[in-house]
């Protein structure tokens, strides 16, 4: 049994190296679910045989020469071997003997593996929700259990998911090959789109009792980061960053020592995590450093621009509201969608009074985010500052029924009390 210090070990290697290792090996084997498999074979021997000797100076060389092994002995028992070496550009000698891949040589030199995974695993034949779920199965490394509690789903259900998941990509014929020209591009897109999925899923849980799901925050910030590393030329991916680092910094300070949510007007901005902040402003500068040479920005730019107003900001009071509603409109015009309309009515109402926010929500359609508790949280909020109490306790109530997850329903019942209490003053 391996001891806390050794486990602990061994799981920070398996999170650091896991995608490096599967895309590695899934060039090599042309095979995800191979690769997958060879990649946790090795950590199964590390579990093994690091608590005896002890854990390498070069972790994820370990890992990576094991699995290269485990490799081989495959290919020579598996009965399939004239197939699987002739897909790896090998032919059998005429004398039936197997002229083997030579698995040593073909690692390490094809930095970009990750990022062709993370590409691989975003492929527009599957699903956003397969997709968010092998990202993180693949690229970040979470077991199947830790992904269903993430997204509150039992652990077969989640199992089954990936299974499909990777049985359409064969079905495919999906390659580990970067995309070229437009497909870059919807693909780049679609891989930003899963990171945000990951990070928004556990920012505010759509379902549950827990207002946050801290694990999946931190694992999108991570991914967002590793995203960065090897996309250094994208401006919006550093945006990408610069937002989920930014508004991850808030976490400490968005629940109370009970766990009830806090809303951002009411937080202790001194929890907030000062490091996040600092790389989420570096990132924003990258992006802004990129955008400079031509290179066009999108929404996440923009949305990282909007949190970083609020990380300068020393207290709620000091916000440049005025500011945020200017990005919010380059935002509704660059991204245009009822959720961003939401959120730049927020900002109006801030800069210009609630009557100008109202405006906004009055103009959308009346069945936008329909299943949603957003637009009748904000109308409710709009409403409360504008005096208009009743119509304010009306609007927080329908969120309240609205709402999956117990601690937003604990905030909005209690705003929906306050302003009913007002309306009778």
């Known amino acids: 049994m391996a001891d806390v210090t050794t ?70 028992r598996a009965a399939t071997l004239r197939r699987k070496t002739d897909e790896l550009g090998h032919a059998a000698s005429t004398a039936g003997e197997v002229s083997m891949p030579d698995l040593e040589s073909q690692v390490d030199h094809i930095e970009d593996d990750v990022l062709r995974l993370i ?17 993180l199965r693949l690229v970040g490394g979470l077991t199947t259990d830790e992904i269903a509690r993430g997204f509150l789903v039992p652990s077969a259900t989640m ?9 359409t990509l064969a079905e495919a014929g999906a390659e580990l090959e970067l995309p070229t020209g437009a497909e870059r591009t ?11 999925l990951v990070f928004t899923e556990g920012y505010v849980a759509t379902a549950g009792d827990d207002w946050a799901r801290p694990d999946l925050v931190a694992e999108a910030i991570r991914l967002a980061r590793l995203l960065a590393q090897q996309a250094p030329d994208e401006p919006e991916v ?13 976490l400490p300070a968005r629940t109370d020592a009970d766990g009830t949510p806090v809303l951002l007007d009411e937080q202790d901005r001194s929890l907030w995590d000062e490091l996040l902040i600092r790389r989420g402003l570096t990132a924003l500068r990258r992006a802004e450093e990129i955008a400079a040479r031509g290179v066009p920005v999108g ?60 405006a906004i929500t009055d103009a959308l359609p009346a069945d936008s985010l329909r299943d949603s508790p957003l ?48 309306a009778v003053m």
Request: hydrophobic fraction near 45%; glycine fraction near 8%.
């Open 7 to 76: 486990a602990d070990a061994i799981t920070a290697a398996w999170r650091r190296e896991s995608a490096r290792l599967v895309g590695a090996l899934t060039r090599m084997t042309r095979d995800v679910d191979l690769a997958e498999d060879l990649a946790q074979d090795a950590l199964v021997a590390a579990l093994e045989q690091w608590p005896a000797s002890g854990v390498p100076d070069n972790p994820g060389a370990w890992l990576m020469t094991t699995a290269k092994r485990r490799g081989i002995d495959h290919i020579r």
């Open 375 to 422: 637009l009748p949280s904000v109308r409710g909020d709009l409403l409360s500052r504008a005096g208009r109490h009743a119509e304010a306790a009306d609007a927080f109530e329908e969120a309240a029924r609205r709402t999956r997850n117990g601690g937003e329903r604990t905030v909005l019942e209690r705003r929906a009390a306050q302003a009913r209490g007002a």
């Open 159 to 167: 199992g089954q998911r990936i299974s499909r998941a990777k049985k």
């Open 186 to 196: 919807q693909r780049l897109d679609d891989v930003m789109a899963v990171v945000y």
């Open 238 to 250: 550093h945006g990408l960053q610069a937002l989920l680092e930014l508004q991850g910094s808030r």
């Open 119 to 135: 590409f691989l695993c975003c492929h527009p034949a599957l699903t956003p929700e397969s997709r968010a779920a092998l990202t």
């Open 299 to 358: 929404r996440y730019y923009l949305q990282a621009a909007i949190a970083a107003e609020h990380a300068r900001a020393a207290t709620a009071d000091a916000t440049d509201w005025p500011r945020i509603a200017r990005l919010y409109d380059v935002l509704a015009r660059a991204a245009p969608g009822p959720v961003v309309e939401v959120n730049r009515a927020v900002a109006h109402g801030r800069a210009a009074g609630p009557a100008a926010g109202l």
